[in-house]
């Protein structure tokens, strides 16, 4: 299983950016996805994340401002990002949980300047 992430870059505190994952494989197989992200010194955290079922959950520092989506067509997950502020910079990790193994995509670089 290979997570792809990409759509990171810079972008200005109050514009938008999407984030993508797409999966190799097909992303129904998966109880659970999500977005994590690391800044420089700090732990990985929960973004935002999808259950199998279509439920979402995501931290309260992006709640109203980040919103995390599916296309099951497309076997990709999204994260869409609006009105970013400079905290939200870091290294944005695809997650994928499956019935028994969990898959991290490769990061892309999110970084927010004000």
């Known amino acids: 299983v290979q997570l792809q992430a990409s759509g990171g870059g810079l972008v200005q505190a109050g514009g938008s950016l999407r984030l993508s994952c797409a999966a190799s494989v097909n992303i129904a197989s998966f109880n659970y996805m999500a977005w994590y992200r690391q800044a420089p010194g700090k732990q990985r955290d929960l973004v935002a994340g999808l259950t199998g079922g279509g439920s979402t959950n995501s931290a309260d520092s992006v709640k109203g401002r980040f919103t995390i989506s599916r296309d099951g067509a497309e076997n990709t997950v999204y994260l869409q990002m609006n009105s970013p502020k400079p905290e939200d910079t870091a290294i944005y990790y695809c997650?994928?949980?499956?019935?028994?193994?969990?898959?991290w995509g490769q990061g892309t670089q999110v970084t927010v300047s004000s």
């Open positions: 997650h994928a949980r499956g019935a028994i193994r969990q898959y």
